[in-house]
C-alpha cells in the first residue's frame, strides 16, 4: 500500500490570524480614541461654569423673593427684637352643617399676622373666596371629629393652611401671610 503523507496544519496560518485580529482590534481603538480626542473630551472641563450658572440663578430666585416679602412690623424692646402681631376678624361667623348629622356648628374667626398691611389688604380683598375655601373644609366635619381631643387645634391648622392657599393663589404671595387662625365663637348645636 502506498503510503499516504499525511500534512500536519501549518503553524504560521494561527499565527497570522492572530495577528490580523489583534491590529483590527489596534485600528478600532485607535479610531475611538482619535474621535474623542478631536471632540475635545480629552480637554478639561468648566465644571466651575454650570456652578457659576447655578449660583447666579438661585441669586436672581432671592432677589425676587425679596421683592415678594412684605416687611415684618416690629416694636423696639431692649433685649431683642419682637415682631408685633396683627389681627383681622371675620365680620360674619361661618355656618356649616355637621356632616351626615342634624347639627350646625357656627363658629367665629380671627387670624393673625407678623407682616405688613398687605397682608391685612388682601384678606380683604379676597374675604369671599377664602370665606368660601373655609365652609367648604367646614361642611366635611363630623360629629366624630367634634369628639376628637384635638379637634380644634387641627382645624384652626387647616385653615390657616387653607387661608394661606388662597392668598397665594390671588396675590401669589412666596409666604405664608396668615401665622394663627383663633376662634373667638365656636357653637355647635
Do not use: C
Given at each position: 500500500m502506498a503510503e499516504v503523507e499525511?500534512?500536519?496544519?501549518?503553524?504560521?496560518?494561527?499565527?497570522k490570524i492572530i495577528l490580523l485580529v489583534l491590529v483590527v482590534l489596534l485600528i478600532a481603538v485607535g479610531s475611538a480614541l482619535g474621535a474623542l480626542f478631536f471632540t475635545g473630551f480629552f480637554e478639561e472641563k468648566e465644571a466651575d461654569a454650570a456652578e457659576e450658572a447655578i449660583a447666579e440663578l438661585?441669586?436672581?430666585?432671592?432677589?425676587?423673593?425679596?421683592i415678594q416679602m412684605p416687611e415684618r412690623v416690629s416694636?423696639?424692646?431692649?433685649?431683642?427684637?419682637?415682631?408685633?402681631?396683627?389681627y383681622y376678624t371675620f365680620d360674619q361667623p361661618f355656618v356649616a352643617n355637621?356632616?351626615?348629622?342634624?347639627?350646625?356648628?357656627?363658629?367665629?374667626?380671627?387670624?393673625?399676622t407678623y407682616y405688613d398691611e398687605r397682608v391685612l389688604t388682601?384678606?380683604?380683598?379676597?374675604?369671599?373666596?377664602?370665606?368660601?375655601?373655609?365652609?367648604?373644609?367646614l361642611r366635611m366635619v363630623t360629629e366624630a371629629e367634634l369628639r376628637e381631643e384635638d379637634f380644634r387645634r387641627d382645624l384652626q391648622e387647616d385653615l390657616t393652611l387653607i387661608m394661606n392657599e388662597v392668598l397665594e393663589k390671588f396675590e401669589e404671595f412666596k409666604f405664608a401671610g396668615i401665622e394663627e387662625v383663633y376662634f373667638i365663637g365656636f357653637v355647635v348645636q
Amino acid at each position: 500500500m502506498a503510503e499516504v503523507e499525511e500534512e500536519a496544519p501549518s503553524k504560521g496560518g494561527l499565527i497570522k490570524i492572530i495577528l490580523l485580529v489583534l491590529v483590527v482590534l489596534l485600528i478600532a481603538v485607535g479610531s475611538a480614541l482619535g474621535a474623542l480626542f478631536f471632540t475635545g473630551f480629552f480637554e478639561e472641563k468648566e465644571a466651575d461654569a454650570a456652578e457659576e450658572a447655578i449660583a447666579e440663578l438661585e441669586a436672581e430666585i432671592e432677589g425676587t423673593d425679596e421683592i415678594q416679602m412684605p416687611e415684618r412690623v416690629s416694636k423696639e424692646t431692649a433685649e431683642e427684637e419682637k415682631f408685633k402681631p396683627t389681627y383681622y376678624t371675620f365680620d360674619q361667623p361661618f355656618v356649616a352643617n355637621v356632616a351626615n348629622s342634624r347639627k350646625v356648628m357656627q363658629i367665629t374667626v380671627a387670624v393673625m399676622t407678623y407682616y405688613d398691611e398687605r397682608v391685612l389688604t388682601a384678606i380683604e380683598d379676597h374675604k369671599f373666596a377664602i370665606q368660601s375655601a373655609v365652609l367648604d373644609r367646614l361642611r366635611m366635619v363630623t360629629e366624630a371629629e367634634l369628639r376628637e381631643e384635638d379637634f380644634r387645634r387641627d382645624l384652626q391648622e387647616d385653615l390657616t393652611l387653607i387661608m394661606n392657599e388662597v392668598l397665594e393663589k390671588f396675590e401669589e404671595f412666596k409666604f405664608a401671610g396668615i401665622e394663627e387662625v383663633y376662634f373667638i365663637g365656636f357653637v355647635v348645636q
